[in-house]
């Protein structure tokens, strides 16, 4: 735990740049006043459009769009319609995601539990050794393909759909980091 204020002061230093997504701040917050735990990374949840030059090419990949909030499908409509490149284009939705440095196995094992039984189906032990990191994450997930080498394929029809899934998605993952919350706040 001898690391936890500088990254405390990393978190309060993002924040204030705006670059913490808000609806994770709350959870952030309440796992770093906790003895046991700190926060080294976070994301709240989004949807995504990005730009691959071929599937797995993460370094060489680009976000056109981002949103941690539900998105319309007109906006995405657009941005698919005007794109002229000829690269993969994938509409991603990811659920949320939290590292959270923990003092002990025990502990580890206590931020598993309440993270599980706050609906994050997928939290783990990621890493042992010097310190014991928990991944708190949960099981929202979609990649839809939308364009390959210039073709936008699917119709107006299917994007409103796939989006309106999106957004349900979404609503769920807010749902969960709020019982999460509720959950973390009882631990000491």
Not at 12 to 34: A, M, P, Y
Request: charged share 35%; net charge neutral.
């Amino acid at each position: 735990m001898k690391e936890k204020n500088k990254y405390l002061e990393e978190l309060r230093k993002v924040i204030e740049c705006g670059e913490v997504d808000l609806r994770i701040i709350d959870t952030l917050n309440i796992l770093n006043s906790k003895k046991d735990f700190y926060t080294t990374s976070s994301c709240a949840g989004r949807i995504i459009l990005i730009e691959l030059e071929e599937i797995g090419g993460k370094k060489e990949s680009n976000f056109i769009f981002k949103s941690h909030e539900k998105v319309d499908y007109k906006d995405i409509w657009k941005i698919i319609n005007e794109y002229t490149g000829d690269k993969i284009i994938f509409l991603i939705v990811n659920s949320s995601i939290i590292h959270v440095v923990c003092r002990d196995l025990d502990a580890a094992k206590r931020l598993i539990n309440i993270s599980k039984d706050s609906g994050f189906k997928y939290s783990s032990i990621t890493s042992f050794g010097e310190r014991i990191t928990v991944e708190i994450r949960s099981t929202e997930k979609m990649d839809v393909p939308l364009i390959k080498d210039g073709i936008l394929y699917p119709s107006e029809e299917y994007v409103k759909m796939i989006v309106e899934i999106a957004n349900a998605m979404i609503d769920r993952i807010k749902k969960k980091i709020d019982k999460l919350n509720q959950n973390l706040r009882e631990i000491e």
